[in-house]
Structures are given as structure tokens and as C-alpha cells.
């Protein structure tokens, strides 16, 4: 992922600048960047264990339908569920003074979906216990957010820095397609909804001069957002009217830029 963000950053720098120089003064100057990365993810839980019961297989199993079944679904993680994916921001800061810049940030994020054996499902009509196997949606989110970045070492060529931000994303429903193995195809159902939070975070990074008027950004962050909880029923078909979902509050963003002032 990273050989395919520097790639570009790269030769936009070297297109739009020579040879690094000594910082100057930013005071007054507009800052346009330009970010890629991902969001790592905690370890948090996001299903809980659960266990329930069918009085009969019905649709599962036509050809056992008056069949009793148990099924049980272990515990996930996010980790579990999601596998990184790709982030994007364009940022647009105002240079106050030669250290303090304010920012507004529009930011994309995504985390991809796994097939992931969740449970099993027991009947007497098996011989062994069906697995049942979810296949999560990819989820996307939008967040605008606004803060301010102090910067240390003004006028050289690194420049370290730390910003705080808070704002709002917005992320859409989580979904996922569950499946009995060797049995019935449950269907898609919705886990979380879809949902627009508050969210907040710091971060702390360093400028590296490439030029009078370009700099390459690399930052670690830690965000925070109101994270969304539900009792599902989206397991009802399997016997089990609710589940509790919730979903990770804290990921850290590390990110890749750069930026120009104009």
C-alpha cells in the first residue's frame, strides 16, 4: 500500500519543486495537503458470544424442517471481521503564525470485509455440527473535522509537530451475508446501522522540507468516535433474537503526505 501512495507523492514533489532550501517563514500562507495511509485496528471487542435455539429447522432445512437445532457464535473481534483497507484526506490549513496552523480535514476511510466461520449450528439430523460462516461487507466512512497543528524547529528543514482535531464521520450500515454451510443461505442482514458520529483525535508527525514549497508529511494519530452499539436480531433465523454488536471506539491512523503552501 505504501509503494503506491509514496510513488505519486514523490514525483508530485520532484514535478513541483528543485532542490530543498532552508525553511522560510510560512506566516500567512495557505496549506493544501494531500494524505494516504490506513486506520490500524484495536483489538476490541465487536460480537459477543451467543447462544440459542431453533424448535424446528423450518426453511433452513426443508427436508428436515421439524428438526430441533442449538447454534452457538463465538466471539469476534473487529480483526476478526475487517481487514485493513485504504484511507484518503485532503486537508486545507491557514499558516496564523510561523508555528500554528488551523486546519479543516475531509477524510475517506475503508476496511474490507473477511468470510469468517462465526458459529456452528447443531441438529440431530447431522452428523457433525454445521458451520456458519459470515461474509462481512466492505465498510466505508466519510469525516470532516476541524483542529490545529503547533509546529517545533521553525525555519528548518524538519519540522516535528502535534495537532488535536474533533468533528463528525459519517459510516455507513454494517452488513454481512451469513451462510449454513452444507445447508441454507440465510441472506444479507444488518448488524449496525448506518450512523453519523462525533469523533475526536491528536496526532503527532513531522514535516520533511523538499522544497521553498512543498513538504512530505508523515504522521501516527489516535482517534476516538462515539462508537455505535445494538442488540442485533439479525441472528433471529438462527435462534437467537439478539446479539450484542459493538463496535471498536479508538484505531490509529498512520498516514503519508504532502503538502503545498501557496
Known amino acids: 500500500m505504501y509503494k503506491r501512495i509514496f510513488r505519486p507523492l514523490a514525483f508530485a514533489a520532484l514535478a513541483s519543486t528543485g532542490t530543498a ?30 447462544d440459542g435455539s431453533l424448535a424446528n429447522l423450518g426453511a433452513l432445512d426443508p427436508d428436515n424442517a421439524d428438526d430441533p437445532a442449538t447454534t452457538s457464535l463465538r466471539r469476534l473481534s473487529m480483526h476478526d471481521a475487517f481487514r485493513l483497507g485504504p484511507g484518503l484526506g485532503l486537508e486545507l490549513g491557514y499558516m496564523t503564525d510561523s508555528s500554528v496552523e488551523p486546519f479543516m480535514k475531509l477524510e475517506y476511510s475503508q476496511l474490507r470485509g473477511r468470510n469468517e466461520n462465526i458459529g456452528e449450528l447443531t441438529t440431530p439430523s447431522l452428523s457433525a455440527p454445521a458451520g456458519i460462516t459470515s461474509k462481512f461487507d466492505d465498510m466505508h466512512s466519510w469525516a470532516l473535522n476541524f483542529g490545529t497543528r503547533y509546529f517545533w524547529n521553525d525555519g528548518g528543514v524538519v519540522k516535528p509537530y502535534v495537532a488535536g482535531f474533533m468533528g463528525a464521520d ?68 438462527l435462534g437467537l433474537d439478539a446479539v450484542k454488536m ?8 498512520v498516514d503519508l503526505g504532502m503538502n503545498f503552501r501557496f
Open 21 to 50: 532550501m532552508a525553511g522560510t517563514n510560512d506566516e500567512g500562507h495557505w496549506v493544501t495537503t494531500f494524505t494516504g495511509g490506513t486506520d490500524a485496528m484495536t483489538r476490541s471487542t465487536l460480537q459477543e458470544h451467543a
Open 170 to 237: 459519517r459510516l455507513q450500515a454494517m452488513r454481512t451475508h451469513l451462510i449454513v454451510n452444507g445447508m441454507a443461505d440465510v441472506g444479507e442482514e444488518e448488524l449496525l446501522p448506518q450512523q453519523t458520529r462525533f469523533d475526536a483525535g491528536v496526532e503527532g508527525g513531522v514535516n520533511f522540507q523538499l522544497a521553498d514549497k512543498a513538504d512530505l508529511r508523515l504522521s501516527l494519530g489516535a482517534d476516538y468516535v462515539d462508537a455505535r452499539r445494538k442488540d442485533t436480531d439479525a441472528f433471529a433465523p
Open 246 to 253: 459493538t463496535e471498536q471506539r479508538w484505531s490509529v491512523p
